[in-house]
C-alpha cells in the first residue's frame, strides 16, 4: 500500500514563498516519477512540475522560473519551493507517483493541500 501525505500549504501574500513536501511511505518512492499538479476551483487539475528518477525536471510555462521542485530519495519526500506566488496559484495541490520506471503504468495521489494566494 501506497500513501502520500502532502504538507506545508497555507495562505501567503502575493510575492510570497511557500514549501511543500510530499512523503512517500512504501518502497516505491526510488524508482517513479514524481509530479506536483494542481486544481484551481471551476479548472481541470493541471500538472505544474516533474521530476524524473534520474533528477531531470520539467516545469509548466505558468511556473516556469518561479517554482522548483526536488527528491530525497533518502527522506522518500518531493518538494516544491515556490516563490513570488500570484492569486492565480491559488489551487488545491496534489503530489503523484508515477511507478515505475520503465512503464510508469501505476499512479498514486495524495490528498491534497491548499495554497491561497491574497493579499
Known amino acids: 500500500q501506497v500513501q502520500l501525505v502532502e504538507s506545508g500549504g497555507g495562505l501567503v501574500r502575493p510575492g510570497g514563498s511557500l514549501r511543500l513536501s510530499c512523503t512517500a511511505s512504501?518502497?516505491?518512492?526510488?524508482?517513479?516519477?514524481m509530479n506536483w499538479y494542481r486544481q484551481a476551483p471551476g479548472k481541470e487539475r493541471e500538472l505544474v512540475a516533474t521530476?524524473?528518477?534520474?533528477?531531470?525536471?520539467n516545469y509548466s510555462d505558468s511556473v516556469k522560473g518561479r517554482f522548483t521542485i526536488s527528491r530525497d530519495n533518502a527522506k522518500n519526500t518531493v518538494y516544491l519551493q515556490m516563490n513570488s506566488l500570484k492569486p492565480e496559484d491559488t489551487a488545491v495541490y496534489y503530489c503523484n507517483a508515477a511507478c515505475c520506471i520503465p512503464s510508469y503504468q501505476s499512479n498514486y495521489w495524495g490528498q491534497g493541500t491548499q495554497v491561497t494566494v491574497s493579499s
Open positions: 521530476i524524473t528518477t534520474d533528477y531531470s525536471t
Open positions: 512504501g518502497s516505491i518512492f526510488s524508482i517513479s516519477a
